[in-house]
């Protein structure tokens, strides 16, 4: 799976320009704030239609423009895709997938495939475990339709369960009805946390693996899905909804369920999270996110797109010359700031659009 051309119109740092993209390897070389990473976002934003810089899309409308447009052609192994993302200062953004307009962002999941990292991803494996289980639900979602549908129908149910502990000052009010929620919550959450064992068992060979490789076989990563409650998640989960009732009643939220869950990390034995170094973290981060190409290659039949934001800046020579290796397999796009002319690839240069 490739990309071969974007169009920016009106976004971000871009009044209107086209990119061209070679199948291997592309460099985005400038200086900094030029709008290099501004080029790996739209990719990222047309296949999973959200920006992993911003929760506001009218942010990406350029200064003082009351819209903006994107539009992706990508060619993968049987058809191509277009894919246009329309912005407006007024409205909701509107997606069309070969000019035909979708209804839902759920239709845009697989359309295309593409994964991300840069030196921020750091907070995978550093941060809370809400970016541990936002990584598992993107990853899932780009090759299950499904799953995505079932993230976004339990946070819904969750919502209204917590909409539901704090509607009256009187519990026995509130246990009148909360039970239909708790069911739903619970047939919900055993769903979701099957399909995450079933990805973090993908997952933490093909991450081992590539750790072994980049580290020169120094360091060893255990990856485990930890899961709030084991076989019959279903029963068990509504009866600790149950059992938690008042505390959930007190506290105004959901204590347990598949929102808790995470993922632990060992790095030669230890937590990495709290015992590793930067640089331990940010390659353990970087093994997952190349773990991932694995799995979509292997559920989709094609590797997805590589998208590096100024991941040269952080890695010794060795693990770049590494990195460049094990990527070398599918379409890699990468920015930096400067560019060794050895590597090769298709140079593109980006500078601030004075327009």
Request: hydrophobic letters at 35%.
């Amino acid at each position: 799976m490739q990309i071969k051309t974007l169009r920016l119109h009106n976004y971000r740092s871009y009044s209107d320009r086209t990119f061209n993209f070679d199948d291997g390897l592309n460099i985005l070389v400038g200086d900094n704030a030029q709008g290099k990473t501004n080029v790996i976002e739209a990719i990222f934003f047309a296949v999973i239609g959200k920006s992993f810089k911003t929760a506001k899309e009218k942010d990406v409308i350029r200064w003082g423009q009351e819209s903006g447009y994107l539009c992706g052609e990508f060619a993968k192994k049987y058809r191509d895709v277009k894919i246009e993302l329309f912005f407006d200062t007024k409205h909701k953004k509107s997606v069309k997938i070969d000019d035909v307009g979708i209804k839902k962002i759920g239709e845009l999941m697989g359309a295309t495939n593409a994964v991300f990292f840069s030196p921020d991803e750091l907070k995978l494996v550093k941060e809370s475990p809400e970016e541990r289980r936002r990584f598992m639900n993107i990853d899932i979602s780009q090759t299950n339709k499904r799953y995505f549908y079932l993230i976004g129908r339990y946070d819904k149910v969750l919502a209204n369960r917590n909409k539901l502990l704090k509607s009256s000052k009187d519990i026995n009010i509130i246990k009148q009805t909360i039970d239909i929620w708790d069911r739903a919550l619970s047939d919900l959450a055993e769903k979701i946390a099957a399909e995450r064992k079933k990805f973090v068992d993908e997952l933490a060979p093909l991450a081992r693996s590539a750790h072994q490789y980049i580290s020169d076989g120094k360091e060893d990563i255990v990856i485990k899905y930890v899961s709030s409650f084991d076989e019959d998640y279903a029963d068990k989960m509504n009866k600790a909804l149950q059992k938690n009732l008042e505390k959930d009643f007190k506290l105004g939220y959901t204590t347990v369920g598949v929102h808790r869950d995470e993922l632990d990390i060992f790095l030669n034995g230890t937590e990495v999270k709290n015992f590793g170094s930067q640089g331990q973290q940010r390659t353990v981060a970087l093994s997952m996110k190349l773990a991932e190409l694995e799995i979509i290659k292997n559920r989709t039949g094609e590797y997805p797109i590589l998208l590096l934001d100024d991941v040269f800046s952080e890695l010794d020579a060795n693990r770049r010359k590494k990195l460049l290796k094990f990527t070398a397999r599918t379409q890699t796009i990468i920015t930096c700031t400067e560019y060794d002319e050895k590597i090769g690839g298709n140079v593109i240069k980006i500078k601030k659009d004075t327009e």
